[in-house]
């Protein structure tokens, strides 16, 4: 495969749309993302994997766009819940709930969960697929934690505010951008990605 030039983002999060050009900026690469097709259909999040719903992510936009697209699915996993809120992390209270609002029914699902037992982990697929509906390249990253008590911070998104990664006391909505970067769940799933898209690159520069 030749090396591509154009790489579609296909995220409408904020959050996530940044840290991935953040992580990626390095790559001789034009990023784009769902804000250059405004007339995009959507693609319904109906997996029940995150690799499932990267996958679905990462076909259904690339078919439409043309482009070779970038597709991530995370969330977290909470082991006193089952590994809940998991695939239905961004869904977690309610299609419209706010960040603010799943992380204050999270909280509550575990106000009798000792402190000791709330051990967490967010999960990061990446995947990359082409136009002929394939995909090209799978990468998942883990970050293990635990919830707080009570959000702190005011960086981040999502969870960030409750979500405190092992080795440290600060929650990720504490820690600034670039230590979150490098040991956040995306952080370790897109070292992969950026190193199957730097391979693409050096083997088309050696023909």
């Keep these: 495969m030749n090396a591509p030039r154009h790489l579609l983002i296909a995220t409408s999060n904020e959050g996530k749309r940044t840290e991935i050009r953040q992580l990626l900026s390095d790559l001789p690469i034009s990023l784009f993302d769902l804000r250059n097709f405004p007339a995009i259909e959507l693609i319904a999040e109906t997996g029940i994997t995150f690799v499932e719903n990267a996958s679905l992510k990462a076909i259904g936009y690339a078919v439409q766009t043309g482009l070779?697209?970038?597709?991530?699915?995370?969330?977290l996993e909470v082991d006193a819940l089952g590994g809940s809120p998991g695939v239905r992390s961004a869904r977690y209270n309610g299609e419209l709930a706010s960040d603010a609002e799943r992380i204050e029914a999270l909280l509550a699902a575990l106000a009798f969960v000792d402190e000791s037992k709330r051990s967490a982990r967010f999960v990061s697929a990446v995947v990359i697929g082409d136009s002929n509906r394939e995909i090209l390249n799978v990468s998942v990253g883990e970050c293990e934690g635990r919830i707080g008590l009570a959000p702190r911070g005011d960086g981040g998104f999502g969870y960030d505010p409750v979500f405190i990664p092992n080795g440290g006391g600060l929650?990720?909505?504490?820690?600034?951008?670039e230590i979150k970067n490098q040991i956040s769940h995306r952080a370790r799933s897109l070292a992969a990605t950026r190193a199957y898209l730097l391979g693409l690159t050096a083997a088309s520069g050696a023909d």
């Design 68 to 75: 070779l697209t970038l597709a991530d699915d995370s969330g």
């Design 171 to 177: 929650t990720f909505a504490e820690l600034k951008p």
